[in-house]
């Protein structure tokens, strides 16, 4: 069973930037889809990036149009990382990590595992 584990939420001014970090202890992520989503209590879990497995011959990294000049994905064996730039308070969240195998996926439903979150906030 893969667990995973967010790191690097916090308080980050607005317009300020943020580094989150997933990782999975024991395990290596290279086999793995992994993920981006966002949720606040009041609205649905919103997906942000995914970056493909080492095994697939497509696209491999991929963000969310509204925010893909900002925020960008990055992996390496055993973490996955999302840079968030110029954070509005709008995106104040709670940050999941999700892992799934094979073939990359943009929808919450396709992903097995997921981290407990972090939070993100921007105060206005």
């Known amino acids: 069973q893969l667990q995973l584990t967010e790191f690097r939420g916090g308080l980050v001014q607005s317009g300020g930037s943020r580094r989150l970090s997933c990782g999975a202890s024991?395990?290596?992520?290279?086999?793995?889809?992994m993920a981006w989503f966002r949720q606040t209590p009041v609205k649905a879990r919103e997906f942000v990036s995914r970056?493909?497995?080492?095994?697939?011959?497509?696209?491999q990294a991929f963000v969310v149009g509204s925010v893909k000049d900002r925020f960008t994905i990055s992996r390496d064996a055993n973490t996955v990382n999302l840079q968030m730039n110029a954070l509005t308070p709008a995106e104040t969240d709670d940050y999941y990590c999700?892992?799934?195998?094979?073939?990359?996926?943009?929808?919450?439903?396709?992903?097995?595992?997921w981290g407990q979150g972090t939070q993100v906030t921007v105060p206005s």
């Open positions: 970056s493909s497995s080492s095994t697939y011959n497509g696209r």
């Open positions: 999700a892992a799934r195998r094979v073939d990359p996926a943009e929808v919450e439903s396709k992903y097995a595992f």
């Open positions: 024991g395990h290596h992520l290279a086999a793995h889809v």
